[in-house]
């Protein structure tokens, strides 16, 4: 199985434990694309819709392309009561719609997608001066001061899962992004960085780390031992983990100017 479609073993997992994203980045996405309820958009990746609501409240006609037969059901039912929704279920490397959009975005699932098949079809999908909206979230547990972080991090090292202590997503890290749309034709870039604390129970956070395509795909007897472990380092250290969340957004035109700004928008 691809690493990819590890999600759509476990929706009401992944609904239930993955966060959402802070309400500021969306307002930057609507200011951005000036959406309304005339406007067509197209999701890449819903998942379980955890980006969607907003733009479906806004009024827009929301197609969304998933490629989980078990995903694209679950969020077919979630959003049965909004008639400007409807999800297809194919890689979006094979979706040929016949219409083109005034938005694509896609929350923390683009980069599944060779990044040579994904921008120009975005660039082509997009009417004329359309917007796309890409961003992820990156949460973060391996600051140095934290004792749990530390820990966790130990049994990272200790089971396999990371050789080395990871970084905080930063600036310099949306160098790579900004050159792929900068080089796929895309004008008029932009960038912003969205910051978040989250706190979580050890039960809670071992639901989350379910829903990781690098642990789902561990050994059984692995992940168990790995899951206990994690857990009663948590326990042992009070009881509940701070997670710092890092969001990264990315928005740009089909046409427009050339303007490339590294920092936040304006």
Known sequence: MKRRMVFDQNPMGYDRYRPGYVKELFDEIFRYAGLNASMRVLEIGIGTGLATLPILEAGCSVTAVEPGKNLASYASIKFRAHKNFKAVCCDFEDFEPDE???????ATAFHWI??????????RLLKP?????????RPFVARTDDPLHMDIQNLYQKYGLSD????????????????ALERYGFSDIKVQLFHRTRTMSAEDYIGLLSTYSDHVSMEKDDWHKF??????AINTRGGVIRIYDTMDLYLARTGGSEEAQLGGLI
């Open 129 to 137: 001066g359309g917007a796309v909206a890409l961003f992820w979230n």
């Open 164 to 179: 080395a202590l990871p970084v905080e997503f930063s600036e310099k890290d949306c160098r790579k992004t900004l050159d």
């Open 227 to 232: 899951a206990g472990e994690v857990m009663a």
């Open 100 to 106: 083109r959009y005034d938005l694509i975005y896609s």
């Open 114 to 123: 060779p990044e040579e098949a994904g921008f120009p079809k975005i660039y």
